[in-house]
């Protein structure tokens, strides 16, 4: 997407937690993917720089430089 990107992993329900970093022009998207339910997919929350969303798409923005951190839960 142009404009931003979609968090909806698709995982073995054995993996608890993994992350990635997802480089965009001057950010770098540290994401960390929590399982506790040990589910295969479905996200239940997704926050950026601990804020919560009400969606799992993640909008490219003018103020993200650096490095900002999302946390998913499955």
């Known amino acids: 997407h142009p404009d931003g990107f979609v968090i909806d992993p698709c995982i073995p329900a054995a993996w608890k937690e993994y992350s990635i970093s997802y480089q965009h022009g001057e950010c770098t998207y ?5 399982n ?9 929350k997704v926050k950026v720089s601990g804020v919560a969303i ?3 798409k993640i909008f490219y923005s003018p103020e993200h430089r650096g490095k900002i ?3 998913v839960e499955l």
């Open 30 to 34: 540290q994401i960390t993917v929590r």
């Open 54 to 56: 009400g969606d799992k």
């Open 36 to 44: 506790p339910n040990g589910k295969c997919r479905g996200v239940e």
């Open 69 to 71: 951190e999302v946390e």
